[in-house]
């Protein structure tokens, strides 16, 4: 059996391992390795809102639990766990300073406005179970660890956002399971950003949307990214997410984020829920005004077969969510159901073309894997979804990215850039190429992430993608019309290295060669030439 932590040892008042900590005690009492992420997160989450002062208890037992006496008298019960649970059963109550924590119910995976409910709720974390679970001498080490080890006051706001990753990462890899976790580097958002140019002036707002937001790292990130460098001050953010562990986490960090490390929150509206089958916002903000930018990774590969009838019934309706392709019979085309890539991608279209209804000028940048952009032959159905997809002009851009851009995979991938003033042309870029530097190493390499972009790598790609002329073998307009696939790599194609060789340099060389033979000749006892 592990040895219980020794409280004296964990008076550090800092930002520590936690997370192990907590584990070695999750360890103790059998819980399986693969829920682990699970509870040490539904910790962090409330200890993030408490050291925010989003929250009027903390984890000090011994000290009330941070409450008014007379208030504390309530809750009391026999011991701490009783007391503890007592307080999560009415965490309603004990909401302070929150911006954006009241939400329309539906966008919410409960009827319940409030989403301090969501803390200890089937969907999301069932915290009631997690503290159960726990005898009470144990959940009282657990309040130390995150009372001592887990100290978020001095942590930088703008890192909130990658506690998720860090805990997922670690947990993961001690359970052995390494799937599904593909995180979006910053450099990648910053390039994505970067490319879609905004300017301060002329946005009172900046309503930036990711329809498979996750913990809303890329909304936050980019977010970011035109607060600081296009000074766009009125930024709003909105996602939709189907898990309810990431949704509620996303709620949280944006609430305890800020943008100019002053204010508090960043305003935003996450919907729970599945994009495909129900989206929150395929009618726009609210039903009525629209998008200025869509940023999104969708999953790659994601199976939609559960969802098969759903999806189809949409696509025949009038006012589909989607973009809809037929065949030349007028039958419904939709993608193998076990590439929902494909799908995330009609949806965005769909959003595009409303935006061009509008007279809007939006932009887009989305992360695929290779197969969105070149799988299947001519006859395909995601050919045919391709072709209307280059059909609409709305592609503006295509970058092949280089291998070893996430953590747990090193698969090929592409970032597709949208515009909904429409094109006939679309810009095609490769950042692995032997004529320029357009990638870098990673300067904190991780697992399979080997790579990065640098600000230099950033600004030369977007003027790359932007520009109005073709570099050879970097980039290269093609149209867009009748156009069922693109291969970058053969479209731009490789410079020969013999290119870069002239006749008088071969010659040189070789003389060179000749010079070097005969003297080592001379030079060799064996046949006797002194």
């Known amino acids: 059996m592990t040895a219980i932590l ?25 819980i399986n390795e ?4 699970q509870r040490i997160m539904a910790f962090m989450a409330l200890k993030l809102l408490i050291d925010n002062d989003k929250l009027a208890f903390n984890f000090e037992y011994e000290n009330n639990f941070g409450l008014d006496p007379e208030i504390y008298k ?45 803390l200890n709720h089937y969907k999301t974390f069932e915290l009631e179970r997690y503290i159960q679970e726990l005898p009470n001498n144990y959940l009282e080490k657990v309040l130390d660890i995150y009372t001592y080890k887990a100290n978020f006051k001095d942590y930088p706001k703008e890192q ?18 390494l799937t599904g976790q593909h995180f979006t580097q910053k450099s990648i958002v910053h390039l994505m950003c970067e490319v879609s140019k905004f300017e301060a002036e002329g946005y009172d707002k900046l309503a930036i949307y990711d329809p498979t937001c996750g913990t809303a790292s890329m909304l936050m990130e980019s977010a ?40 508090q929150g960043i305003k935003n509206t996450i919907a729970y829920g599945n994009t495909l089958t129900n989206p929150a916002f ?74 061009k209804r509008r007279n809007k000028h939006a932009h887009a940048a989305i992360i695929s894997s290779s197969t969105l952009i070149s799988t299947g032959n001519a006859t395909s159905s995601e050919a045919m979804i391709r072709k209307a997809i280059f059909g609409t002009g709305f592609v503006s851009a295509v970058l092949e990215q280089p291998n070893a851009m996430f953590t747990n995979t090193d698969i090929s991938s592409h970032i597709w850039f949208l515009d909904s003033d429409p094109s006939e042309k679309i810009t095609i870029v490769k950042a692995d190429t032997k004529e320029e530097e357009l990638f870098s190493p ?3 390499a991780k697992d399979k992430m080997k790579n990065a972009y640098s600000d230099k790598n950033i600004r030369r790609l977007a003027t790359l993608i932007n520009s109005k002329k073709e570099y050879k073998y970097k980039s290269k307009f093609i149209d867009s019309k009748d156009r069922y696939e693109i291969n970058i790599s053969n479209e731009i194609g490789f410079k020969d290295d013999a290119e870069d060789v002239s006749f008088d340099e071969l010659t040189n060389e070789l003389n060179m060669l000749m010079k070097q033979m005969c003297e080592e000749l001379q030079d060799n006892p064996l046949f006797g030439i002194k």
């Not at 693969?34 to 992420?37: H, K």
């Not at 035109?226 to 909105?238: C, G, L, P």
């Open 6 to 30: 020794d409280r004296t040892k964990i008076h550090e008042n800092r930002l520590g391992d936690y997370f192990w900590a907590y584990a070695d005690i999750l360890r103790d009492i059998g």
């Open 34 to 37: 693969s829920t682990y992420d």
């Open 224 to 263: 970011y990214y035109f607060y600081n460098k296009n000074k766009i001050e009125n930024i709003e953010v909105y996602g939709q997410e189907l898990h309810g562990q990431a949704w509620l986490l996303a709620k949280i960090f944006l609430e305890v984020s800020s943008l100019d490390g002053k204010e």
């Open 442 to 444: 990673h300067p904190q």
């Open 160 to 177: 909130y956002k990658d506690l998720y990753e860090a805990t997922i990462s670690r947990m993961k890899k001690l359970s052995g399971d």
């Open 282 to 355: 395929a009618n726009g903000i609210n039903g009525g005004t629209s998008f200025d930018f869509i940023i999104a990774n969708p999953p790659f590969g994601v199976d939609w077969k559960h969802n098969y009838d759903e999806i189809i019934q949409n696509m025949s309706s009038k006012k589909s969510d989607f973009f809809v392709v037929k065949d030349e019979k007028g039958k419904i085309v939709t993608p193998k159901k076990s590439d929902g890539q494909f799908l995330f991608m009609q949806h965005i279209i769909n959003l595009m073309k409303s935006e």
């Open 74 to 118: 309530e809750y009391k019960k026999e011991d701490t766990k009783s007391t503890f649970l007592n307080i999560i059963k009415n965490i309603e109550k004990f909401g302070q300073n929150l911006n954006y924590f009241e939400q329309d119910r539906k966008y919410n995976p409960d009827s319940s406005t409030n989403i301090l409910t969501y």
